[in-house]
Antibody, heavy 124, light 108 residues
Framework: QVQLVQSGAEVKKPGASVKVSCKVSGYTFSDYYIHWVRQAPGQGLEWMGWINPKSVTTNYAQNFQGRVSMTRDTSISTAYMELSGLRSDDTAVYYC?????????????????WGQGTLVIVSS | SYVLTQPPSVSVAPGQTTSVTCRGNNIGRKNVHWYQQKPGQAPVLVVYDDSDRPSGIPERFSGSNSGNTATLTISRVEAGDEADYYCQVWDSSSDHWVFGGGTKLTVL
């Protein structure tokens, strides 16, 4: 079965960087885009961007441009999201999510599989 | 950027039918997807492409989309349906994904 397993909680100081991993199993890693979505405490879902594991192309939300980097290691079927210049308002649960299938003509633009989430706390 | 607007909260008695709306400019031209999120858990897809259900999602969950409003309808509401519900679309003009602000469903 499809699984996305994320790394554990992190506590970081303001200005630092955090790198969250998302290890997938149950399907061919390169065949599906991986997205990152975050959720601040008591708040809604916020889309951060995606990585195409096959081409290594990325697409980031405007709010994170210049601060976020999404990468992958196909040898271990793992995607990474690194956020730099952390601020207290970056405190959130960060999720990875697998986009639906893309054919040559159409992509399913929803997320059927999600990681369990990684809590990142930014505090001095 | 494209904006999706949801009511902050909706309340319903068990056994009744309720709807959660998601408003956006000409949203009827987009495919809308809905997620259910319970406290401390990751979101779960309950409706995709406006009105389709993933396997394992009860038929009580249905969706529609027209004009400027998409709607998630839950019939015969159960206590276990109490959760936050989020709509989501893909904005083709920016190639960005967008979530609504979420609606907290309370089962009375």
């Amino acid at each position: 079965q499809v699984q996305l397993v994320q790394s554990g909680a992190e506590v970081k100081k303001p200005g630092a960087s955090v790198k969250v991993s998302c290890k997938v199993s149950g399907y061919t890693f390169s065949d599906y885009y991986i997205h990152w979505v975050r959720q601040a405490p008591g708040q809604g879902l916020e889309w951060m961007g995606w990585i195409n594991p096959k081409s290594v192309t990325t697409n980031y939300a405007q709010n994170f441009q210049g601060r976020v980097s999404m990468t992958r290691d196909t040898s271990i079927s793992t995607a990474y999201m690194e956020l730099s210049g952390l601020r207290s308002d970056d405190t959130a649960v960060y999720y990875c999510a697998r986009q639906g299938h893309c054919s040559s003509t159409r992509c399913q633009k929803y997320f059927q599989y999600w990681g369990q989430g990684t809590l990142v706390i930014v505090s001095s | 950027s494209y904006v999706l607007t949801q009511p902050p909260s909706v309340s319903v008695a068990p056994g009744q039918t309720t709807s959660v709306t998601c408003r956006g400019n000409n949203i009827g031209r987009k495919n809308v997807h809905w997620y259910q999120q319970k406290p401390g858990q990751a979101p779960v897809l309950v409706v995709y492409d406006d009105s389709d259900r993933p396997s394992g999602i009860p038929e009580r969950f249905s969706g529609s989309n027209s004009g400027n409003t998409a709607t998630l309808t839950i019939s015969r509401v159960e206590a276990g349906d109490e959760a936050d519900y989020y709509c989501q679309v893909w904005d083709s003009s920016s190639d960005h994904w967008v979530f609504g602000g979420g609606t907290k469903l309370t089962v009375l």
